[in-house]
Antibody, heavy 113, light 107 residues
Framework: QVNLLQSGAALVKPGASVKLSCKASGYTFTDYYIHWVKQSHGKSLEWIGYINPNSVYTNYNEKFKSKATLTVDKSTNTAYMELSRLTSEDSATYYC??????WGQGTLVTVSS | DIQMTQTPSSMPASLGERVTISCRASQGISNFLNWYQQKPDGTIKPLIYYTSNLQSGVPSRFSGSGSGTDYSLTISSLEPEDFAMYYCQQYDSSPWTFGGGTKLELK
C-alpha cells in the first residue's frame, strides 16, 4: 500500500526556516516526481515545484523560487522541502504528492512570534 | 501562467442528484487536466487524470470530459461521501495551476 507520511505540524518564528519531510513507502521512490503544494487556510492549492528523485532535477514555480528548496534522500525514500525567511504569508498546509497520484496528509506550518 | 476558473464556487445538491462542475482555462491545455476531491480533514484524493481517465478505485459515477479550454466533472448520482471540495488542475505548462475550487454541499 502506497503511503506518503509527512512530518508533523510546525510552529516557527518569523524570519526562521523550517524543513518539512515526506517519507514514501509502497512503491519505487524514483518512479514519480515529488511535487509540493501549498494551501493557505480556506484557499485553493498552489503548486510550489517538483523534484525528480532519480536525477534530483528540480523545477520551481517562479513565485516560490526564493522561498522553497527541494531535496531528496534516496537511501530513506524521503523528500524534503525547506522554507526560508518565513513570514505570516507562509502559514499554510503543505502537501507532498507523488506524480499527483499519491498524496501526503499535509503539514500545517504556522508562522508566529 | 494559465488561469483556471472553476464554476460554481459552491453548489447545494441532493442525494441522488446529477451534478456538473466546470473548469475553464485561460488558454488551451490539450486535455492535460486533473480533478481532485478534498475532504474537510484535508485529505486529497485524485479522481480523474488527462480529462477523462478515472484513477484506480474511483467509482464509475464520476466522469470527466472536455477539450481545448473547457472541461467538466460530472457525478451521476450523488452519494453522501461525495459532499466535499473539488479542484481542477492543469499540467499542460509550468507552473501547474489549480482552479479556485467548488464546494459541493448537501441541500
Amino acid at each position: 500500500q502506497v503511503n506518503l507520511l509527512q512530518s508533523g505540524a510546525a510552529l516557527v518564528k518569523p524570519g526562521a526556516s523550517v524543513k518539512l519531510s515526506c517519507k514514501a513507502s509502497g512503491y519505487t521512490f524514483t518512479d514519480y516526481y515529488i511535487h509540493w503544494v501549498k494551501q493557505s487556510h480556506g484557499k485553493s492549492l498552489e503548486w510550489i515545484g517538483y523534484i525528480n528523485p532519480n536525477s534530483v532535477y528540480t523545477n520551481y514555480n517562479e513565485k516560490f523560487k526564493s522561498k522553497a528548496t527541494l531535496t531528496v534522500d534516496k537511501s530513506t525514500n524521503t523528500a524534503y522541502m525547506e522554507l526560508s525567511r518565513l513570514t505570516s504569508e507562509d502559514s499554510a498546509t503543505y502537501y507532498c504528492t507523488s506524480g499527483f497520484v499519491y498524496w501526503g496528509q499535509g503539514t500545517l506550518v504556522t508562522v508566529s512570534s | 501562467d494559465i488561469q483556471m476558473t472553476q464554476t460554481p464556487s459552491s453548489m447545494p445538491a441532493s442525494l441522488g442528484e446529477r451534478v456538473t462542475i466546470s473548469c475553464r482555462a485561460s488558454q488551451g491545455i490539450s486535455n492535460f487536466l486533473n480533478w481532485y476531491q478534498q475532504k474537510p480533514d484535508g485529505t486529497i484524493k485524485p479522481l480523474i487524470y488527462y480529462t477523462s481517465n478515472l484513477q484506480s478505485g474511483v467509482p464509475s459515477r464520476f466522469s470527466g470530459s472536455g477539450s481545448g479550454t473547457d472541461y467538466s466533472l460530472t457525478i451521476s448520482s450523488l452519494e453522501p461521501e461525495d459532499f466535499a471540495m473539488y479542484y481542477c488542475q492543469q499540467y499542460d505548462s509550468s507552473p501547474w495551476t489549480f482552479g479556485g475550487g467548488t464546494k459541493l454541499e448537501l441541500k
